[in-house]
């Protein structure tokens, strides 16, 4: 089997209706570190970990949110459903912390009675949907940028990182070619009840669940799922990569796509944007 050009989860990119409101939320609920913040611009970013980026984007008419990407059109992402890696002992804590914000939570169990592994879902302001879930950081399954817990304010979730991205996708059987064949993403598992595929984002496909650090790409159908979470529209996700593993593969599809020394970013079909970058 030839091993996957894809490396991590880099970043990700949410469409909000009001940006003080999301640089509100994001620095008070999650405790994220604003790095830049432009309201002229529209845009917020926040840094994650040493590694990853969460960023809001306001739309603004006639106006590009990212000047360079602006030839492949990329949006945030709507209606979003992406997971944050937590140790699994925070849980229970942070209950109290999503009930003091006045957030409605949901807490869902999805390993067996044997091996639990207890989730807890809710919304952030602009209808993206959040997950909570505790990873194993002893597992030998091991991202290349393992979670390590990050230093946050008391009154914020103890996340670690980003796990996992849901996108949507209309044409679910021509996702299932392009992902693997297009990009090189490593398909670990689809559902037998459902059109949902799992990706590893890593070099082989793995197992998923049973608490792996690893961060995962799901693609779906446009359906609601499990706690009303819903992939993402005209998503823009970043990924650390083998850059010119991938761009041989994207050019060879003839995906549009700009390469720089930033990296490669690609539009895809279903109007998702995908950034590779490689691992710094
Ligand atoms: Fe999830």
Known sequence: MTSSPILDLAGLTLEVNHLARGVRFYTQVLGLHLRRHDPAAGVAEFTVNPHQTLTLWQPITRQASDERLAPLRPRGASHLHYAWQIEPDDLDACKPLLDAHGLEWQEIDLGTPDAP??????????????????????????????????????????????????????????????????????????????????????????????????????AWDPQVGLADMLGGDHALVRFYADVEAVARRVKAEGLPCIQDAHGLAVRDPEGHVFEFVAPT
Do not use: C, I, S
């Open 117 to 218: 592994d207890r989730t807890l879902y809710f919304f952030d302001p602009f209808g993206h949907g959040l997950e909570l879930r505790g990873v194993n950081r002893a597992d030998a399954r091991r991202p290349h940028f393992p979670p390590q817990p990050v230093d946050r304010p008391e009154f914020a979730l103890p996340v670690m990182g980003l796990r996992e991205v849901a996108l949507a996708f209309g044409d679910y059987a021509g996702m299932r070619e392009r992902l693997p064949g297009a990009y090189g993403f490593a398909l670990a598992k689809e559902q037998p009840d459902r059109n949902f595929a799992q990706f590893t984002l890593g070099p082989e496909a793995e197992p998923d669940g049973d608490g792996t650090p690893r961060r995962w790409l799901y």
